[in-house]
């Protein structure tokens, strides 16, 4: 079961989708376990078996998913007319086999709501019925302001970002004021859902892979919880090319995670590409995140410069020394280091591998280690700060 879906996430699904029929052509999803898989994950849809690889829909059907042969013009041609024919308040799901860009424009352009690569994975698909099966927002609720999108930046690789990004927003979500977001972009090496102690997130690649724009995706009801209540979409499980993404994805992600959540902390890649740089000029916060050695003050120096040459020089920008140990101030001092980078630091985070680490491999917040830590305090003031940028009107969008 998917922890976004069904029993896990029912308290925001059901109203959605209650009373709502789902119509499934013969072998259009695979057999009668991956049918009755899907099925459970919406428990107030009625999931309708239907005879045929593209049967005539029964009247009041919401939606119908249909299989089709992308290798044989004949039969996309067939099912072109089909889409034509069909009456507009059913929505058609199409799993494409020997799916191509070609074929699958032709199909969306003729009324295909999705347009899915056979066979359908199961986030895949669950995604794209509770985006067609989900009321359309009323006016009032376009109306709410956008969420604020924070960007975690390394100043360089293991730093402690991701754990520290996990652990922040657990804060906040601990708070009550606020609904939030870790959205894992470091698409190779992203770890964010296993510190949260969700290995069965739904992942980017699989939002990607459900047919739909990703402004379009209902994250709100989609992402997996953790116990403090933030919310993850989880890096790709498997290792893509940082090319998977381009600016116009990011776009259409944060325009849609804006949409859902009050705040969204954003954990990038520690490299530089197009993507990247739209996030950041997207966010309205950037954390850079160090460590305290002369390398990682030049690796700042660096990032800090490479910030200006893109024109972001003068986004809000929060510095962050993390695993600060008295050794390491022995040999740097925090003073020398700040003059050297030329500002001071806003957040100092304590070294305490112990908890840290004990968090991490449970899954759980920091102060259910132990409480009242200096880790604690120092990663509840980062977090304090971050919260504050959200708008109080984006608090509770998804509980009132």
């Known amino acids: 079961m998917f922890r976004g879906f069904g029993a896990s996430g029912g308290d925001r699904v059901e109203p959605a989708v209650r009373g709502r029929r789902v119509g499934v052509a013969d072998g259009a999803i695979g057999g009668a376990e991956r049918f009755a898989s899907i099925a459970a994950q919406f428990p107030h849809v009625a999931f309708e078996p239907l005879p045929g690889d593209w049967p005539q829909p029964p009247a009041g059907l919401d939606v119908l998913v249909v299989s089709l042969e992308g ?10 007319r089909r889409l034509s024919a ?5 929505s058609v799901v199409v799993a494409l086999h020997d799916a191509d860009v070609t074929t699958t424009r032709r199909l969306v ?3 295909a709501a999705d347009v899915l690569t056979y066979p359908l994975s199961e986030p895949a698909l669950a995604l794209s019925l509770e985006r067609l099966l989900a009321p359309r927002a009323p006016a009032a609720a376009q109306d709410r302001p956008k969420g604020e999108v924070v960007a975690f930046l390394k100043a360089g690789g293991g730093v402690g970002a991701t754990s520290l990004a996990v652990q922040v927003a657990a804060a906040v979500a601990a708070r009550g004021s606020v609904e939030v977001c870790l959205a894992d972009l470091d698409l190779q090496f992203g770890a964010a859902a296993l510190y949260f102690d969700l290995p069965e997130a739904i992942t980017l690649a699989d939002c990607m892979s459900s047919g739909a724009n990703l402004s379009e995706t209902p994250f709100a009801t989609a992402l997996a919880g953790h116990s403090s209540g933030a919310r993850v979409l989880a890096a790709p499980r498997e290792m893509v090319a940082l090319e998977m993404l381009t600016p116009e994805h990011v776009e259409a992600l944060l325009d849609g995670l804006r949409r859902d959540f009050g705040l969204v902390l954003v954990d990038l890649p520690a490299a530089w590409t197009a ?3 739209q996030v950041l000029h997207q966010a309205d916060r950037i954390v850079l995140v160090t460590e305290m050695s002369v390398p990682h003050v030049q690796l700042v120096k660096r990032q800090l410069r490479v910030l ?5 020089e003068g986004r809000p920008l929060t510095l962050v020394c993390n695993g600060l140990t008295s050794d390491q ?3 740097v001092s925090v003073k020398a280091a700040e003059r050297a980078i030329g500002r ?9 591998s112990k908890t840290m680490t004990a968090a991490i491999n449970e899954g759980v917040e920091l102060s259910a280690v132990r409480k009242g830590t200096k880790l604690e305090k120092a990663v509840g003031e980062l977090a304090g700060k971050l919260a504050a940028l959200a708008p109080p009107a984006a608090s509770n969008w998804l509980r009132g």
């Open 109 to 111: 352009r003729a009324g």
């Open 344 to 352: 001071e630091f806003d957040v100092i985070i304590p070294e305490d």
């Open 86 to 90: 069909t009456a507009p308040q059913t």
């Open 71 to 80: 290798g044989s013009m004949e039969a996309v041609e067939a099912g072109m």
């Open 308 to 312: 200006t040459a893109q024109g972001l």
């Open 329 to 331: 101030t022995g040999l």
């Open 275 to 277: 993507w990247t740089n």
